[in-house]
Nanobody, 123 residues
Framework: QVQLVDSGGGLVQAGGSLRLSCSAS????????MGWFRQAPGKEREFVAA????????DYVDSVKGRFTISRDNAKNTAYLQMNSLKPEDTATYYC????????????????WGQGTQVTVSS
């Protein structure tokens, strides 16, 4: 079982930036598609971004396109979510995830999840 640890959340003002990190155990991490999701209080968990196992493809929810960038460093067993121009509506707990099956980008079907890291954007 792959273990994922999210980190990098915090409190920032609107317009600021944060970089979330997701550290994974096991060498099979580099063979997994990765994704980021978020969940605000009282809201359903929503897809944010995904990256293929080989970094060739990325996908984003429309609300973060142009502001967020997902990346990965397989040598470090780490995935990242760079968040720029943050808005109060980005406030949520962010979770990284790994998908066992497939190499492409996916919005569902993930098998492993991090514990979540809190992102709060003030106005």
């Amino acid at each position: 079982q792959v273990q994922l640890v999210d980190s990098g959340g915090g409190l920032v003002q609107a317009g600021g930036s944060l970089r979330l990190s997701c550290s994974a155990s096991g060498s099979t991490y580099r063979n997994y598609a990765m994704g980021w999701f978020r969940q605000a209080p009282g809201k359903e968990r929503e897809f944010v971004a995904a990256i293929s196992c080989n970094s060739l493809y990325t996908d984003y929810v429309d609300s973060v396109k142009g502001r967020f960038t997902i990346s990965r460093d397989n040598a470090k067993n780490t995935a990242y979510l760079q968040m720029n121009s943050l808005k109060p509506e980005d406030t949520a707990t962010y979770y990284c995830s790994a998908r066992l099956s497939g190499c492409y980008v996916y919005t569902s079907g993930y098998n492993y999840w991090g514990q979540g890291t809190q992102v709060t954007v003030s106005s």
